[in-house]
């Protein structure tokens, strides 16, 4: 199993920053993709950015521009830096992580989930 912990969630002002990270944990795993997703009261859990190995990112076209994500490989880990935030981006933020895994010798795609981080944007 692939454990996955996020960190850095909070209450910051419009217009601010704020920088949320992710770690992944586990034996015998390979991770093929790494991002960050968001569920608002009410709505479905959309994605905010994503980056897959061999390709460059992937942004929601709202966070375009403000948000940035980047990712370690020997750290197992991912940060999103959330700048200039607006009271649209209040949500409850998730970090991914897919990958392949052997069990038992086998390999076996696995898709992993952190707990979920609160960030709230004030006006």
């Known amino acids: 199993q692939v454990q996955v912990v996020e960190s850095g969630g909070g209450v910051v002002q419009t217009g601010g920053s704020l920088r949320l990270s992710c770690t992944a944990s586990g034996s015998a795993f390979e991770i093929g993709a790494m991002g960050w997703y968001r569920q608002a009261p009410g709505k479905q859990r959309e994605l905010v950015a994503r980056?897959?190995?061999?390709?460059?990112?992937t942004y929601a076209d709202s966070v375009k521009g403000r948000f940035t994500i980047s990712r370690d490989d020997a750290k197992k880990s991912v940060t999103l830096q959330l700048n200039n935030v607006e009271p649209e981006d209040t949500a409850t933020y998730y970090c991914?992580?897919?990958?392949?895994?052997?069990?038992?010798?086998?390999?076996?795609?696995?898709?992993?989930w952190g707990q979920g981080t609160q960030v709230t944007v004030s006006l």
């Open positions: 991914y992580v897919g990958g392949v895994r052997k069990v038992a010798g086998t390999p076996s795609p696995f898709h992993s």
């Open positions: 980056q897959t190995s061999g390709f460059g990112p």
